[in-house]
């Protein structure tokens, strides 16, 4: 009876256990919840909308802001940095796969092959993009859908000339009187893979075109 007695207790000491660490966790994940901005993670009013443009990039065509960033970023904006999707999705998409918290990663602004740019992360924030806390916290970073898949990896003309635009915009907005790319994460134009070794993003076609991006943005901004 005692034996019978004991593994009762048993039992109910394990489900008392189970029921602590579930409020445990729901208690962490409320708490978190509660830290994030109120206009992420939701879709937003008309509004609501042109109030975020009205801090950002007035180029943005769609916002599905992440939960996947830091409020706010710590440092001031001083560099862009650059990266393809090795996909070709529309903005919509690519907001259901940053919206994912499991996914960890983010990226300010997104470009469509269509052209289209999107916001996920206010430029205030640091979005989650280039495996270097350091870099993402002084950059605005940049996604570009790919139109070929594989190979060179690349972009529509039509993406990348409202990349150029869109870097120029940035750049103005926040006192970035020109881009230098550098070759290496010296420039304040910077790529994906000069922070992680085990990638090629942005993809042999965006790497080649760094160099012809930062002129054509310098000269934009000094009116040439």
Same mark, same amino acid.
């Given at each position: 009876?005692?034996?019978?007695?004991?593994?009762?207790?048993?039992?109910?000491?394990?489900?008392?256990?189970?029921?602590?660490?579930?409020?445990?966790?729901?208690?962490?994940?409320?708490? *978190?919840?509660?830290?994030?901005?109120?206009?992420?993670?939701?879709?937003?009013?008309?509004?609501?909308?042109?109030?975020? &443009?009205?801090?950002?990039?007035?180029?943005?065509?769609?916002?599905?802001? $992440?939960? *996947?960033? /830091?409020?706010?970023?710590?440092?001031? &904006?001083?560099?862009?940095?650059?990266?393809?999707?090795?996909? /070709?999705?529309?903005?919509? !998409?690519?907001?259901?796969?940053?919206? *994912?918290?499991?996914?960890?990663?983010?990226? *300010?602004?997104?470009?469509?092959?269509?052209?289209?740019?999107?916001?996920?992360?206010?430029?205030? =924030?640091?979005?989650?993009? $280039?495996?270097?806390?350091? @870099? /993402?916290?002084?950059?605005?970073?940049?996604?570009?859908? @790919? /139109?070929?898949?594989? %190979?060179?990896?690349?972009?529509?003309?039509?993406?990348?000339?409202?990349?150029?635009?869109?870097?120029?915009?940035?750049?103005?907005? =926040?006192?970035?009187?020109?881009?230098?790319?550098?070759?290496?994460?010296?420039? @304040?134009?910077? &790529?994906?893979?000069?922070? =992680?070794?085990?990638?090629?993003?942005?993809?042999?076609?965006?790497?080649? !075109?760094?160099?012809? &991006?930062? +002129?054509?943005?310098?000269? +934009?901004?000094? %009116?040439?």
């Amino acid at each position: 009876m005692k034996e019978s007695k004991d593994s009762f207790l048993d039992v109910w000491l394990l489900l008392a256990g189970l029921c602590v660490m579930a409020g445990v966790v729901l208690w962490a994940c409320l708490v *978190n919840r509660a830290q994030l901005p109120e206009l992420v993670g939701r879709t937003l009013t008309e509004e609501e909308k042109e109030a975020v &443009i009205a801090r950002n990039s007035p180029l943005t065509d769609y916002i599905y802001l $992440s939960p *996947n960033a /830091d409020f706010p970023r710590a440092e001031e &904006i001083k560099k862009i940095t650059i990266h393809h999707m090795a996909e /070709d999705l529309d903005p919509e !998409r690519l907001g259901l796969v940053f919206g *994912n918290r499991d996914r960890q990663a983010s990226a *300010n602004y997104a470009i469509g092959t269509d052209g289209r740019v999107a916001l996920y992360v206010e430029e205030d =924030n640091r979005a989650w993009t $280039s495996s270097s806390r350091e @870099n /993402d916290h002084q950059a605005v970073t940049i996604e570009v859908a @790919n /139109d070929e898949i594989g %190979g060179d990896w690349h972009v529509s003309d039509t993406a990348y000339e409202t990349l150029i635009e869109l870097c120029v915009d940035i750049c103005r907005r =926040n006192g970035i009187q020109e881009l230098v790319y550098t070759g290496d994460a010296e420039g @304040n134009l910077t &790529i994906h893979k000069f922070f =992680n070794e085990d990638t090629e993003c942005p993809g042999p076609y965006l790497e080649s !075109r760094m160099p012809d &991006i930062a +002129r054509e943005v310098t000269e +934009r901004l000094k %009116g040439a």
